[in-house]
């Protein structure tokens, strides 16, 4: 739900803010967003790292659903 999606973003970014490193898989957009430094994707096994981070990450993802 959102209220517990929030609240772990939050606690994710204390953590972070401490200088520890996370590590997230998600399909949530709004987390990727706020979490992240970099992303990447996994592709056939493979990762496939995003120069441009989460916001290259949304715009391509955004591009093929509307298409």
């Given at each position: 739900d959102d209220v517990s999606a929030a609240a772990l973003?939050?606690?994710l970014s204390e953590i972070?803010?401490?200088g520890a490193i996370v590590i997230v898989t998600?399909?949530?957009l709004e987390?990727?967003?706020t979490?992240?430094?970099a992303a990447y994707v996994l592709t056939r096994g493979r990762i496939a790292p995003l120069a441009d981070g989460?916001?290259?990450l949304r715009e391509r993802y955004r591009?093929?659903?509307q298409a």
């Open positions: 973003r939050e606690r972070r803010r401490r998600t399909h949530d987390a990727i967003d979490l992240v430094d989460a916001g290259s591009r093929q659903v």
